[in-house]
């Protein structure tokens, strides 16, 4: 199991033991709960997390991640980018179809961070390749800010992306997290706390996520 960790490169170590469940009520806990006995590994199914920034879905990754090295599945860890970034390196180095098989292999491969950085053509057709060879094969967990619907904007292609949503959502757990970030929240919980030792009014309007606030997140 400690080599299965080590071997995922997660960047941090979550459970679900410190995830408030309370704080997203959009998401399906029951779901998740269900998610985290990894039968659907077993099954070879995909997971997609969908929600703005702050909303914990890499916290879930994480922890679902876990969960998969604690039942003893080979999982790899890594960002939307960082595995572009690997994938035209290897393409360089003429290393490209042992990286791709070593893709293949792993039983749940998380890729973290969907739709922040826009792919090149290049780009693209790579993360494609790598995502398409898992269709059945292994189970992939993919996390976004974007909704469905804007993917296009990151793949650069209609074809590519329709393409690729095609297959990784023909058998697929959504987790809708839609909710204020947790990030601005706890934070504006500790501002208020510090507050309330200064001052002997309580503000009123302290738990009111400030205008575009969230947006700034990230
Ligand atoms: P996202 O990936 O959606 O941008 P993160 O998972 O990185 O968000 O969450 C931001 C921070 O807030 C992390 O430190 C994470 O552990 C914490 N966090 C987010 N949601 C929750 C939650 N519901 N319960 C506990 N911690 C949370
Ligand atoms: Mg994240």
Not at 51 to 58: E, H, L, N, R
Not at 158 to 172: I, K, P
Request: include cysteine.
């Amino acid at each position: 199991m400690e080599r299965r960790i080590r071997a995922a490169k997660f960047p941090q170590t979550k459970s679900l033991d410190t995830f408030d469940f309370k704080a997203i009520a959009s998401l399906n806990k029951a779901l998740v709960l269900e998610l985290a006995r990894c039968e659907w590994i077993e099954r070879r199914e995909n997971c997609i997390a969908l929600g703005p920034a702050g909303t914990g879905k890499t916290h879930t990754a994480l922890a679902l991640g876990l969960a998969a090295c604690q039942k003893n599945y080979s999982t790899l860890f890594v960002t939307a980018a960082a595995l572009v970034h690997e994938l035209m390196e290897a393409r360089d180095e003429r290393r490209l179809r042992i990286l791709q098989k070593n893709l293949s292999k792993v039983d749940l491969l998380i890729v973290d961070e969907l739709g922040y950085v826009p792919f090149t053509a290049v780009g693209s057709e790579l993360l494609f390749e790598v995502l398409s060879r898992r269709y059945e094969q292994g189970s992939t967990m993919l996390t976004s800010n974007l909704p469905f619907d804007e993917w296009t904007s990151v793949f650069g292609s209609e074809r590519l992306t329709g393409a690729l949503l095609d297959r990784l959502t023909h058998h697929v757990h959504i987790l809708e997290m839609n909710g204020d970030s947790y990030r601005l929240a706890s934070s504006q919980k500790r501002a208020r706390k510090r507050g309330a030792l200064a001052q002997p009014e309580p503000n009123i309007h302290a738990d009111k996520p400030q205008e575009g606030g969230a947006t700034s997140e990230d």
